[in-house]
């Protein structure tokens, strides 16, 4: 069954460090979401891209937090310089695309990696 | 105000019992979705439904749009169904609001 790959599950970091997370969307999804859950909340979008494009980044730290999709096809999501307060689990999800049928716009998650900077 | 509103925050159960989690929400949606996280895993979509009422083996998931309200049922728990359930809708951007989910505990 096809998955949405993350990697690393695990990253422990230092502050003022630079970390990459990377993920692989499910084959021919278009759309690609970003999202950070701090422990004991809900996920909130860091960025969508639709193909290569950015969509919707308003609620990426743009400072420090950068995201590209430069093939449309897998993602990378970076923190330079990472902070302690960037602690959570990162989340990638994809979909088939965003118009048309409602089943086309079911996301479906990977496993996350989960970041400590220390 | 959080636009997506779960009840309870936390829920513990024995096994066997009845379950229902419920989940109100303030905006005009296109679907409503509920999602599972076991402990440090990813997010698993039990749901997506935008009218009526769905099942799946132990799993029934109803919306009553007029109310903007939505119930997950599960039937016979078992301990391996503890997890974080999470309510999330979607407007016509398709862009996902989460509730901050609900703890389920079964106990054996």
């Known amino acids: 069954e096809a998955e949405v790959a993350q990697s690393p599950r695990y990253k422990i970091t230092e502050k003022s460090q630079a970390v990459a997370f990377w993920c692989d969307p499910i084959s021919g999804h278009a759309t690609l979401y970003w999202y950070r859950q701090i422990l004991g909340q809900g996920p909130e979008l860091l960025v969508q891209?639709?193909?290569?494009?950015?969509?919707?980044d308003s609620q990426l730290p743009k400072d420090r937090f950068s995201a590209e999709r430069l093939k449309g096809v897998d993602s990378t999501l970076k923190i330079q310089p990472a902070e302690l307060g960037d602690s959570a689990m990162y989340l990638c999800a994809s979909s088939e695309g965003l118009q048309g049928l409602l089943s086309y716009n079911e996301q479906f998650f990977g496993p996350g990696t989960r970041l400590t900077v220390l | 105000k959080n636009e997506v509103e779960q009840s309870p925050q936390n829920l513990t159960a024995q096994e066997g019992e009845f379950i229902t989690i419920n989940c109100s929400y303030s905006v005009g949606i296109s679907a409503l979705h509920w999602l599972q996280q076991h402990p440090g895993g990813g997010i698993v979509s039990l749901f997506m439904?935008?009218?009526g009422k769905k099942k799946h083996g132990r799993l029934i998931a109803t919306i009553n749009i007029q109310e903007k309200h939505s119930s997950l049922h599960i039937t016979a728990s078992h301990p391996r169904d503890s997890a974080v359930y999470i309510c999330a809708v979607s407007g016509s951007n398709y862009k996902l609001t989460f509730g901050k989910g609900t703890l389920l505990t079964v106990n054996p």
């Open positions: 439904l935008s009218s």
């Open positions: 891209f639709q193909d290569e494009s950015v969509v919707d």
